[in-house]
C-alpha cells in the first residue's frame, strides 16, 4: 500500500492517463437516512461528509473517466451488497485492469476493497473521508456484515496495489464517539483529539495483541517503532485536552496529525505481516459489537480495549519484544526491563483517562454479562470455522473482561 499526502483531486490529475485507459468503478457513502441523531453537530458533520463525496464524485465528469458508480448508506457492507457491488462492476465491462475508486466512510472503503478483491482489479484507490474510514483503507482486512449471525466477518483483502489518498483537513473528521468527556462542539481542537486518541488507542491496542505472533520478532523495529509513534499521538491528544493558548493547540494539532500520516502505510505493512487473522481486540469487536454494543463506532470499541491490551501483555510470551516496546511507550530512555510491562497498565488507565477515552461497558446495550459474551464469541469461532487455540481464548477473554 502507498499513501498519498495529497486529495483524491491531485492523485486523478496526475494519473489520468492510467485511470482513462480502463474503467473505472466508484463506490461512495451516504449517511443513513433515517438517522435519528438530533445534534447539531451530526447534521454539520453529514453535510460535510456530502460534500466531500459530491466532490470527488464529480472528478469524474471533470477527468472524463469511463465510470460506474455504487453508493452504500449502511455502517457495513453484507454479503448481498457486496455480490451487487461485484454484479454490476462486471455489468459495466470490468476486468482484472480496471480501477475500482473508495470514497467516504468506512463501509464505502470496505466494500471498495471487498469488491476488488472479488473480481481481482489491479489498482484500488482509497480516499476516506474520517478516521474510521482511515482505519478500513489501512487494515489489511476489510469488513462485511452477518446479517444473519449478527456478526462482523473479517476477511483478507488482496489487491495487486492499493493507494489511500488524504484529503488532510478532513482527518480531523469527528467520529461518534462516546464519553462522559464529550467536548462542546464548538472546540475544534478537543474535538479532533478526541477522534485522534480513539484511533491512536485502536491502533495501539491491536499491534500490542500481535506481540505473541510467531512473525513479531521479524518486524520487532517497526513494532517499536510504531508503538513509540501511537503514544506520542495519545501524549499530544491529552495535551489538546488540558487548558492552554491557542499557539500551543496549534502545536500540538499538527504534530499529533504528523505522527497519525507517519503511522498509516507503516501499521498497514505490519498487520499484514506479522499475523494471517485478526488480533484479540478485533475479534472481540466483530463478534461482540452489532449485538452487544451497538453505540460504539469500531474504531472507538478498538480503543477501549487499550487497557485490557496492556494489562494482560506481561503474559507475552514475546517477553523481549514486550519489554522492549512497554519502554518505547514510556519513554524511559532505560534499558528495557519486566517493570516496564507491568508499569504499562498504569500508563495506559492514566491516558485513556486523560484523552476522554471511556470504558467499554459505557457502550454496551445494558449491562454486559460475561456468560452471555463468551456465548456470542463461541457462535463467532464456529461462524469462522476457526478453533481457537486454548491460550488465544484466555487472551481475548481476558482482554474483555480488563476491558469492561
Given amino acids: 500500500m502507498s499513501t498519498s499526502l495529497q486529495p483524491l483531486r491531485s492523485y486523478v490529475r496526475k494519473n489520468v492517463g492510467t485511470l482513462r485507459a480502463s474503467p473505472c468503478f466508484l463506490i461512495s457513502s451516504t449517511p443513513p437516512p433515517n438517522d435519528d441523531r438530533d445534534d447539531r453537530s451530526a447534521g454539520s458533520h453529514d453535510a460535510k461528509a456530502h460534500n466531500f463525496v459530491a466532490r470527488n464524485l ?54 471498495a476493497k471487498a469488491t476488488s478483491t472479488n473480481l481481482g482489479s489491479s489498482l484500488l484507490v482509497l480516499s476516506p473521508y474520517s478516521l474510521g474510514g482511515l482505519w478500513a483503507a489501512c487494515s489489511p482486512q476489510h469488513l462485511v456484515l452477518d446479517t444473519k449471525e449478527e456478526c462482523i466477518v473479517s476477511k483478507k483483502t488482496t489487491v495487486k496495489d492499493t493507494v489511500v489518498t488524504l484529503d488532510e483537513p478532513r482527518l480531523l473528521g469527528d467520529l461518534p464517539v462516546y464519553s462522559e468527556f464529550q467536548p462542546s462542539a464548538r472546540d475544534a481542537y478537543c474535538s479532533g483529539s478526541l477522534a485522534m486518541s480513539h484511533f491512536a488507542a485502536g491502533s495501539l491496542a491491536v499491534l500490542l495483541s500481535q506481540l505473541n505472533s510467531a512473525h513479531a520478532p521479524r518486524h520487532h523495529s517497526e513494532l517499536i517503532g510504531l508503538s513509540s509513534e501511537l503514544a506520542m499521538v495519545l501524549r499530544l491528544a491529552s495535551k489538546l485536552r488540558q487548558n492552554g493558548d491557542d499557539e500551543m493547540r496549534e502545536t500540538c494539532t499538527a504534530a499529533a496529525k504528523d505522527s497519525l500520516l507517519e503511522t498509516i502505510p507503516r501499521l498497514h505493512q505490519v498487520l499484514g505481516d ?33 487497557n485490557g491490551v496492556c494489562g494482560d501483555l506481561s503474559t507475552d510470551s514475546q517477553q523481549d519484544l514486550a519489554q522492549s516496546v512497554a519502554s518505547a511507550i514510556l519513554d524511559t530512555g532505560e534499558n528495557p526491563s519486566p517493570k516496564d510491562v507491568l508499569s504499562l497498565r498504569a500508563w495506559s488507565e492514566q491516558m485513556t483517562r486523560d484523552c476522554g477515552i471511556p470504558s467499554l461497558s459505557s457502550y454496551a446495550y445494558g449491562t454486559p454479562d460475561m456468560k452471555t459474551l463468551y456465548g456470542s464469541l463461541d457462535s463467532y469461532e464456529t461462524i469462522m470455522d476457526r478453533a481457537f487455540s486454548q491460550t488465544d481464548r484466555q487472551r481475548i477473554e481476558q482482554v474483555l473482561r480488563r476491558s469492561l
Avoid: W
Avoid at 452489532?290 to 470499541?301: C, G, N
Fill in 58 to 111: 464529480s472528478l469524474s465528469m471533470q477527468y472524463n473517466l469511463r465510470s460506474t458508480f455504487c453508493t452504500i448508506s449502511s455502517a457495513y457492507p453484507t454479503p448481498d451488497s457486496v455480490d451487487e457491488a461485484v454484479l454490476l462492476a462486471k455489468r459495466a465491462g470490468m476486468t482484472g485492469d480496471g480501477t475500482i475508486i473508495g470514497i467516504g466512510s468506512a463501509a464505502a472503503i470496505d466494500l
Fill in 274 to 306: 506479522v499475523s494471517t487473522g485478526t488480533s484479540g481486540p478485533q475479534t472481540l469487536a466483530n463478534a461482540l459489537l452489532p449485538t452487544h454494543f451497538p453505540q460504539s463506532h469500531y474504531v472507538s470499541f478498538l480503543g477501549c480495549t487499550l
